[in-house]
């Protein structure tokens, strides 16, 4: 199942992690009659979602002919599945990273800070879909607040909201359309960010439903310290209370 593009592709996903895929596929041909594998407990009071490692690897040399990058951007997007607030947007801005640099998410001066991109209290969410953006910038560091406005604002980003709340308000919900939804969502940020598709250094996608995996608790990886993503090494986790 697919969706029309209205927004053009941008950037290529250098990692997509949707464990529950075969699941899910398994719902949508039985009509609902998959058993449950992994489910929150309904006493749930909230989930947040908190990157703890971003390092850059390669990606920030000089290039021949071209200006040295002046920073980097990283930017996320959530999709919960909350009427109103079908796709939110979180981003940072950092000047002065090198190759092998760990970027300080947290305030300056604390290398064990991180950067808290979603937090939801009260309803549990059917699903998560977390995308994560690292592009390098070549020209003066935009400002990441008014980037996200002008998409918002968008009338693109509203048909998209409104195609991921048509496939979440069905008997049988239509994961995939969510999925496609939330790559053209980063296109679209990326359009107004005014990034080209070489100047990406990571571009990571992990989709979790509450059904299947419990919308994705825990550590990211779980057996290592960080995960190879494109240029950099990624590390993050989902918090249950």
Do not use: C
Not at 30 to 46: D, H, I, R
Not at 63 to 71: L, N, T, V, Y
Request: net charge negative.
């Amino acid at each position: 199942m697919s969706i029309e593009r209205i927004v053009p592709p941008l950037f290529v996903p250098d990692l997509v992690e949707t464990p529950a895929v075969e699941n899910i596929a398994a719902l949508a041909r039985m009509g609902g009659n998959v058993p449950v594998l992994k489910e929150l407990a309904g006493s749930t009071l909230g989930i947040r979602l908190q990157i703890n490692t971003i390092q850059v690897m390669d990606g920030l040399q000089n290039a021949i002919g071209r200006a040295a990058p002046s920073g980097v951007y990283v930017v996320s997007s959530v999709i919960d599945g909350s009427p109103g607030d079908a796709i939110t947007f979180q981003g940072k801005a950092y000047q002065g990273i090198r190759n092998g640099d760990v970027l300080p998410l947290g305030p300056q001066g604390d290398p064990t800070a991180v950067f808290t991109t979603y937090l939801r209290e009260g309803r549990i969410p059917r699903l998560l879909s977390f995308s994560l953006l690292v592009v390098r910038s070549n020209a003066g560091l935009r400002n990441l607040g008014l980037v996200i406005g002008k998409t918002m604002q968008d009338k693109r980003f509203a048909q998209l909201a409104d195609t991921i709340g048509d496939a979440l308000g069905a008997a049988n919900p239509a994961y995939s359309i969510v999925w496609q939804a939330a790559d053209q969502a980063v296109s679209l940020l990326g359009t107004y960010l005014e990034s080209r598709p070489d100047e990406q250094l990571a571009y990571y996608q992990a989709n979790y439903t509450n059904l299947f995996d419990d919308l994705g608790h825990g550590v990211h990886p779980p057996d290592r310290p960080t995960m190879q993503v494109g240029k950099v090494r990624l590390a993050y986790q989902v918090d249950v209370a």
